[in-house]
């Protein structure tokens, strides 16, 4: 009904050009610039808990948080919840809610039976909800740029374990040109900050 439904503003970023009228225009490279498939306001779509979204002017890349699911397992519904950091270089899909971090599937569920069923098809994902009122067919989901659970994870251990709350941002350019004693050092030239409030850490994320 909402993250993976294209004419629905929810569990989106949004991106508009306001124009001095009060109204605004729609960017040509954004998901549905038509609007025939979907709300042409969408540049990315399932967004699960996207938080401190930000834009990095030189690339146009947008990173944001996405605060994760917390799964009971014993349904074997599919994988336990990940906390993303997203990196949008264009217009995509995210996953949510059929695929999680680098692209890893749910299942099928009734609530009925309470009973998992196939696995969403990654190659070519559907929203069926009779609770959908755009698009059946999905875009290609886009995997996680970086993701963790709540326990160690063997990708990204220095990430720790423990409560999630995945945060992003700012990135960082160094500019010999700025004369000032506080900014940061050379060494962390295009460097992007991720944070999370509920393990205490700041981390540096070096792009190449």
């Not at 490279?29 to 938080?51: C, S, T």
């Not at 220095?158 to 350019?173: N, T």
């Not at 000032?180 to 030239?189: I, R």
């Amino acid at each position: 009904r909402t993250s993976a439904n294209s004419m629905d503003l929810r569990g989106k970023i949004l991106r508009i050009r306001p124009t001095a009228d009060g109204g605004y225009v729609i960017p040509k490279d954004n998901l549905f610039p038509g609007g025939k498939a979907g709300r042409p306001e969408i540049y990315a779509m399932g967004v699960r808990n996207g938080f401190r979204q930000y834009v990095d002017d030189k690339t146009g890349y947008i990173y944001w948080g996405d605060v994760g699911q917390n799964i009971d397992e014993s349904f074997r519904t599919g994988p336990n919840g990940y906390d993303e950091i997203n990196q949008a270089r264009g217009a995509g899909f995210f996953g949510w809610p059929y695929f999680t971090g680098p692209n890893e599937p749910y299942r099928k569920f009734d609530f009925v039976s309470r009973q998992a069923g196939a696995f969403f098809d990654v190659s070519r994902p559907r929203n069926d909800s009779p609770n959908n009122t755009g698009a059946r067919v999905l875009p290609p989901p886009q995997p996680a740029f970086i993701w963790y659970p709540s326990g160690e994870s063997p990708v990204f251990p220095s990430l720790g374990s423990g409560g999630r709350s995945a945060l992003v941002g700012p990135l960082y350019r160094y500019d010999p040109k700025i004369r000032n004693e506080f900014k940061l050092p050379e060494a962390l030239d295009r460097v992007l900050f991720i944070h999370d409030w509920m393990r205490n850490w700041i981390q540096c994320v070096h792009l190449d």
